[in-house]
C-alpha cells in the first residue's frame, strides 16, 4: 500500500491522542488554587479534578478524595466528566478501527480499498474524540479565568489553570494532526486507484457489410 508512513504517523499519534485523553480524564489538576495577595508563604496546595479533590501540604504530604456524590456536582462538571468519557471511548474505538486497516493486519483480507477506508474512518473519529476533548478544556479554562478576574469571588475561591487542561491542548492537536494524516491517506489512495484503473474505453463493434447476407451480390440473367 502506498503512502506506508503517512499511515504508520497517523496511527502513532492516534495512539498518542489516547494516552493523552486517557491522562487528561483522570488527572486531578483541571483546577489548581491560586497564591494571589500578600500571602507568600503557603502550606497547602488544593487540586480539583473531574473525580476527585487532592490537597498537598509542604510537597511531602497528599491526600486525595473522591466526589461523595454525583448528584452534588455542578453541571459543569457533570458535562465535563460525559464529555471526557465519550472522548476515550472514541478515541479506543478509532485506534481499534486503524489497527485493523493496517496494511499487516489481515483480519479485515488484503482488500486495499476496504483498508484505507478504514484508515479514513479512524481518522474521521480521531478528530471527533479531539473536539469533544476540546469542550470541557475550553470550557473550564474560561470559567477558571472569568473567577480569577472576577473581584466578587473570594481570593481564597480563585484557581489557576492546572497542567491537565495543557495535556488536554496538547492531546487535541495531537489528535487533529494524526486524523488528518489518516484522511489524507484515504483520499491519496484513492486517487491513486483511480488513476491505476481508468475507466475502460468502450468500443463500438462495426459489422463487415462484406459478411452481411444483403451485401452479396446476385447476378440475374435476363432473358430477350
Known amino acids: 500500500m502506498a503512502f506506508y508512513p503517512l499511515q504508520i504517523a497517523g496511527l502513532v499519534l492516534g495512539f498518542l491522542g489516547v494516552v493523552g485523553t486517557l491522562a487528561t480524564t483522570l488527572l486531578p489538576q483541571w483546577r489548581v488554587s491560586a497564591f494571589v ?19 498537598r501540604q509542604a510537597k511531602v504530604r497528599l491526600q486525595c478524595k473522591f466526589y461523595s456524590s454525583l448528584l452534588a456536582l455542578p453541571p459543569v462538571l457533570e458535562a465535563a466528566r460525559a464529555l471526557m468519557c465519550v472522548a476515550v471511548a472514541l478515541s479506543l474505538i478509532a485506534l481499534l478501527i ?12 488484503s482488500n486495499q480499498r476496504v483498508k484505507a477506508y478504514l484508515l479514513g474512518t479512524s481518522g474521521v473519529l480521531f478528530i471527533l474524540t479531539g473536539i469533544f476533548v476540546l469542550i470541557p478544556v475550553c470550557w473550564t479554562a474560561n470559567i477558571i479565568i472569568r ?26 492537536a495531537v489528535l487533529f494532526i494524526g486524523g488528518g494524516l489518516l484522511c489524507g491517506f484515504c483520499c491519496c489512495n484513492r486517487k491513486k486507484q483511480r488513476h491505476r484503473y481508468p475507466a475502460p474505453d468502450y468500443c463500438v463493434r462495426r459489422t463487415d457489410p462484406r459478411r452481411n447476407g444483403t451485401g452479396l451480390s446476385k447476378t440475374s440473367t435476363s432473358y430477350v
Open 98 to 109: 486503524g489497527i485493523c486497516g493496517m496494511k499487516q493486519v489481515q483480519c479485515t483480507g
Open 37 to 55: 495577595g500578600s500571602n507568600i508563604i503557603v502550606f497547602e496546595r488544593l487540586w480539583e479534578g473531574l473525580w476527585m479533590n487532592c490537597i
Open 147 to 172: 473567577d480569577f478576574y472576577d473581584p466578587a469571588v473570594h481570593v481564597g475561591q480563585k484557581r489557576e489553570l492546572g497542567a491537565a487542561l495543557f495535556l488536554g491542548w496538547a492531546s487535541v
